[in-house]
């Protein structure tokens, strides 16, 4: 059997290299596109859709959150089951889909539900987590500052540099913080100035509100210049927060510096 089939092979050896060649080609093709996962991810298709709603208890966000959002993905295509999780100011419902779906596809429907659901003001807009699982997780790093920037810079710069950097690197698909303070301007009122000058929380917030914000005054036409007018009203700073006008009274004008103090400090973290 064997004597034949070298004969065989002999007998038309450019036709058994042609064919080798043709085999290396492809081959070489598989090596260079075949996708190889150190860590093959074996996770079902999967949705999640999360919807935050600080402040409030599971039960309320079970009731006005979770059960609508079941309610208005009942009859997405190719579900195989539907989970739910709801803690406070958070829900989080998973949807599983059959081996094989599309993941875009997948997504795609679970959206086109969720623009027919109604939810409460106070709630976040319902938001997909990223195309990703927990065994893409390739790298974690960490901020270390020598002393020169406090827990709040870290995560300013975290926040603003480095994660930004890392979402343009391809293949990221998001990048996930854990830890570190959020900067935010406290004011922190004296009771006593409020009560001297007869003013009320909602007084100093609605002065805050007033004085935080920008506007667009259209455009000016002179000659053959077009000058584009706007309002720049964004609180920037610590002074200029101080230096908010509330009221006058008898003549004299009222900051917020008189009856408040003014300090950064960190935002207050739901541990969920």
């Given at each position: 059997m064997i004597a034949p089939?070298?004969?065989?092979?002999?007998?038309?050896?450019?036709?058994?290299?042609?064919?080798?060649?043709?085999?290396?080609?492809?081959?070489?093709?598989?090596?260079?596109?075949?996708?190889?996962?150190?860590?093959?991810?074996?996770?079902?298709?999967?949705?999640?859709?999360v919807t935050a709603f600080p402040g409030r208890a599971p039960e309320e966000i079970e009731r006005q959150v979770t059960i609508p959002i079941e309610i208005a993905i009942q009859n997405v295509p190719r579900v195989e089951s539907v989970r739910s999780q709801t803690i406070f100011g958070l829900s989080v419902v998973d949807l599983i889909f059959e081996d094989g779906t599309e993941t875009y596809w997948a997504r795609q429907q679970v959206t086109e539900r969720l623009k027919t659901v109604e939810l409460p003001e106070e709630?976040?807009?319902?938001?997909?987590?990223?195309?990703?699982?927990?065994?893409?997780?390739?790298?974690?790093?960490?901020?270390?500052?020598?002393?020169?920037h406090s827990v709040i810079d870290l995560q300013t710069i975290n926040n603003w540099v480095v994660i930004p950097h890392l979402k343009r690197v391809h293949g990221v698909a998001d990048v996930s913080n854990f830890g570190?303070?959020?900067?935010?301007?406290?004011?922190?009122?004296?009771?006593?100035?409020?009560?001297?000058?007869?003013?009320?929380?909602?007084?100093?917030?609605?002065?805050?509100?007033?004085?935080?914000?920008?506007?667009?005054?259209?455009?000016?036409?002179?000659?053959s210049m077009d000058l584009v007018i706007r309002s720049a009203g964004l609180i920037e700073n610590i002074r200029q927060i101080e230096d908010i006008?509330?009221?006058?009274?008898?003549?004299?004008?009222?900051?917020?510096?008189?009856?408040?103090?003014?300090?950064?400090?960190?935002?207050?973290?739901?541990?969920l």
């Open positions: 089939l070298v004969k065989h092979v002999l007998r038309h050896r450019w036709f058994v290299l042609g064919f080798a060649l043709v085999m290396m080609g492809f081959g070489l093709y598989a090596f260079h596109h075949l996708p190889i996962d150190a860590y093959p991810d074996i996770s079902p298709q999967k949705v999640s859709i709630a976040d807009i319902p938001e997909l987590e990223v195309v990703t699982s927990g065994s893409g997780e390739i790298y974690r790093y960490e901020l270390i500052s020598d002393g020169s570190g303070l959020t900067k935010q301007y406290a004011i922190t009122f004296r009771p006593t100035q409020l009560e001297r000058y007869g003013l009320t929380l909602d007084d100093l917030v609605g002065a805050i509100e007033s004085n935080n914000a920008s506007a667009g005054g259209n455009v000016l036409r002179r000659g006008f509330i009221k006058s009274i008898e003549g004299t004008p009222i900051f917020i510096k008189d009856v408040a103090s003014v300090d950064i400090d960190a935002a207050t973290v739901e541990r």
